[in-house]
């Protein structure tokens, strides 16, 4: 059992005082643990997960963890999962939020592609009675409060994550070294802090930062991205890519110049393509944010919910560096 899953159980058989520091409702907690509430033993509810792209491999491990889930448990929950074709496709959220309030589920779990503009959509939703349970990317925090919605955020630390890779390339590199970033959807929430992250390591590392752009969290974009930096700058020691959709890309523009190796490069989420390349020296380093289970947590606090739990606030996730040494 990962330390991610032994979190969910340690906080269901946490003493009194923990249930109550995150407003649980202990005598729920037990039924929950077992699948089993008595506000919907009479029947299935239904249970949708809206995710990013599904070109994203941190995705499909999302979906896969969420479909494994759900096949285990389908005496208790229908559950339907759907995602976008690209990383901005964002109308195709608002439809499936809006698909599953006409069809009546009752839990909505989502990781939204803009944390502004999701707001008001899943406003509508709350409203309708749905309870949405937000994962992985957070929603913004004024454009909730102008939705009239309190949505708690399940999920990492990004700026966390993202400073410890940075830490991590600074740390090899040295004071002095230049590097770049390759930033995130600049709508999401989760894009920025991962770059304030990156920026806390260039800080405090003395690092030089060259120059730092959107790939859009997407693979051939980075590629161009990154081979336009080899193009400008002749001296990059180092590149912060904000996931490992993107660390992809970069790799493969250092393959083309015969610079994989020489160049260091952190990313973050540790799909399974980046493991080799950590392993060949092509990548320093990723953060483990463990996406499958989140979708698993994600569905067990809307069950929660669901049986008359509230919950308020950031409800934190495990985050993990995974170098070398944690691949042999």
Same mark, same amino acid.
């Given at each position: ?20 520091? !995150? ?6 907690? *037990? ?17 949708? *997960?809206?995710?990013?792209? &599904? ?26 999962? =759907? ?16 698909? #599953? ?35 992985? =990317? ?12 309190? !949505?708690? #955020? #399940? ?13 991590? $390339? ?11 970033? $390759? ?23 003395? &690092? ?20 336009? #930096? ?20 970069? =790799? ?53 919910? !669901? ?7 950031? =409800?934190?996730?495990?985050?993990? !560096? ?7």
């Amino acid at each position: 059992m990962s330390n991610f899953l032994k979190r969910e159980s340690v906080l269901i058989n946490a003493p009194r005082r923990a249930a109550l520091k !995150l407003g649980l409702a202990g005598t729920l907690v *037990l039924a929950l643990s077992c699948g089993v509430s008595p506000a919907f033993a009479a029947g299935k509810p239904k249970v949708g *997960l809206i995710m990013k792209s &599904l070109s994203n491999e941190f995705f499909k491990q999302m979906k896969a963890g969420a479909d494994k889930y759900a096949a285990e448990n389908k005496d208790k929950f229908d559950f339907k999962a =759907v995602g976008m074709k690209d990383e901005r496709d964002f109308a195709s959220q608002v439809d499936a939020v809006e698909n #599953f309030v006409t069809q009546k589920y009752d839990i909505i779990v989502v990781a939204p592609a803009d944390s502004k503009a999701m707001a008001t959509p899943l406003a509508k939703a709350v409203k309708a009675g749905v309870k949405v349970i937000n994962i992985d =990317v957070p929603l913004d925090a004024d454009a909730k409060k102008k939705a009239g919605i309190d !949505l708690a #955020f #399940f999920g990492p630390d990004n700026k966390g994550g993202a400073t410890l890779a940075g830490d991590a $390339l600074a740390k090899d590199l040295g004071p002095g070294a230049k590097v770049v970033i $390759l930033e995130g959807n600049p709508e999401a929430d989760n894009a920025k802090e991962r770059k304030e992250g990156f920026m806390d390591s260039v800080k405090s590392g003395k &690092l030089e930062l060259l120059d730092s752009k959107t790939a859009h969290w997407e693979t051939e974009e980075a590629n161009t991205v990154m081979t336009n #930096f080899l193009t400008k700058y002749k001296d990059i020691q180092g590149v912060m890519a904000a996931n490992d959709s993107m660390a992809l890309g970069v =790799v493969k523009a250092l393959d083309a110049t015969g610079q994989s190796g020489k160049i260091k490069v952190v990313g973050f989420d540790n799909i399974p393509p980046v493991q080799p390349l950590i392993k060949d020296g092509k990548m320093l380093a990723t953060v483990e944010q463990y996406g499958a289970q989140m979708a698993v947590l994600g569905i067990q606090y809307g069950m929660r919910e !669901l049986a008359g739990e509230t919950f308020t606030g950031w =409800v934190k996730t495990d985050i993990k !560096l995974v170098t070398a040494a944690d691949l042999k």
